[in-house]
């Protein structure tokens, strides 16, 4: 099945700052990568997802790329605000059977 | 749109004992998933549910844990007896459909067990 392996587990900035987050999938199969931001006993919320047949997307200060030949994925996070604390996990799943596999997760700290 | 709902947000019960969980997704999705989250790990599927069928229940411990959707709508997910490495959060998420990709997910219960 499925591996999805996400680095690093802690991440510290200054605000303003830009931060960036990087996991890796093992199953060439997968086609949909999303990111999810989880505060503090709260539910995961979707931030931005891609998909396999782009290669980059962007919305405001958050940006994901996708690498699918070297099976890695990575958010990226500018001009960073204290409110961007919390834990990001990125997932992979493939089409059809949305079987979703979660990275370990990273604890993203934008000090002010 | 009101988002998907579970109950209850919390529970503590001793090992050994049994609990219930239930969950109300989003009107109108079709795929349904019960997700277990163990502090500081990121969401591990359970079950994956399409309608009232199950899709996917490969990472769920049955001699321990079962679950149901028997309507296509509301869920429960069961654990009994329920063992201290239990203890975590269980969060349910639902989706459109099984090709769908977007899922959104509940509050999630925390369990512990002492």
């Known amino acids: 099945g499925e591996n999805v392996e996400q680095h690093p587990s802690t991440l510290s900035v200054q605000e303003g700052d830009s931060a960036v987050i990087k996991c890796t999938y093992s199953?060439?199969?997968?086609?949909?990568f999303p990111w999810y931001k989880q505060e503090l006993g709260k539910r995961p919320q979707l931030i931005i997802d891609?998909?396999?047949?782009?290669g980059e997307k962007k919305d405001q200060r958050i940006a994901v790329t996708l690498n699918k030949t070297a099976k890695h994925f990575s958010l990226h996070i500018t001009e960073t605000q204290p409110e961007d604390s919390a834990v990001y996990f990125c997932a992979a799943s493939s089409i059809g059977n949305n079987d979703m596999r979660f990275g370990a997760g990273t604890r993203l700290t934008v000090k002010p | 749109e009101a988002g998907v709902a579970q109950s209850p947000r919390y529970k503590i019960i001793e090992k050994r004992q049994s609990v219930a969980f239930w969950c109300n997704p989003i009107s109108g999705h079709a795929t349904l998933y019960w997700y277990q989250q163990i502090l500081g790990q990121g969401p591990k599927l359970l079950i994956q549910f399409q309608n009232n069928g199950v899709v996917d229940d490969s990472q769920l411990p049955k001699d321990r844990f079962s679950a149901e959707r028997l309507k296509g709508v509301d869920s429960t997910l069961k654990i009994q007896p329920a063992k201290l490495e239990d203890s975590a959060v269980y969060l349910c998420?639902?989706?459109?459909?099984?090709?769908?990709?977007?899922?959104?997910f509940g509050p999630g219960t925390r369990l512990t067990v002492t």
């Open positions: 199953d060439s199969a997968s086609n949909y």
């Open positions: 998420a639902s989706s459109l459909r099984l090709a769908s990709y977007e899922q959104y």
């Open positions: 891609i998909r396999s047949n782009v």
